[in-house]
């Protein structure tokens, strides 16, 4: 692949407001597991080789298993996810994929039961900056770390 545009290098006041993202995020009440499962779920949906790369690695860092990492595609069909969790998965989804049929008020009720308003708006933050990620690496073409 042709190298492409190093954003951090040619526009570094970009990558400062999308690191003080993540630092937010390092704030919020969402555990490092949650954020993980965020990261990994959006990015398989944006087909992020880099940042799925990246995020399984940090995930198995902080003791995620194989197999929840390898199901996470199919969260509906198994029970191996906390309902936490997979509430957390379909926002990510939904919201991943908000060109489709938006947030259903489904979805939205149940996240905010579990979880109150204070922290869907977290879970939200962590979704878009996550996707916003995927857009970059993606469009620049970023490659896993061999």
């Known amino acids: ?17 999308m690191f003080a993202l993540e630092a937010y995020l390092q704030t919020t009440q969402l555990s490092k597991t949650q954020k993980e499962l965020i990261k990994i779920r959006a990015s398989q949906i944006n087909g992020c080789a ?9 995930a198995r860092k902080l003791g995620e298993t194989e197999q929840r990492i390898y199901l996470l595609n199919a969260w509906r069909e198994t029970d191996l996810y906390t309902e936490e969790e997979k509430a957390i998965l ?3 989804e939904e919201v991943t994929l908000i060109n489709a049929n ?3 008020d489904k979805t939205y ?5 579990l979880f109150g308003k204070e922290q869907v708006a977290q879970i939200i933050m ?3 900056t996550i996707n916003a990620w995927n857009r970059i690496a993606i469009s620049t073409e970023l490659q896993p770390v061999k």
Do not use: W
Not at 9 to 16: C, F, G, I, L, M
């Open 102 to 104: 938006g947030v259903s």
């Open 90 to 92: 379909a926002l990510t």
């Open 1 to 17: 692949m042709e190298q492409r545009v190093n954003i951090q290098v040619t526009q570094p006041q970009a990558y400062k407001a």
């Open 50 to 58: 880099f940042c799925i790369d990246m995020h399984t690695k940090d």
């Open 109 to 113: 009720a149940q996240a905010e039961r």
């Open 126 to 128: 962590a979704i878009v």
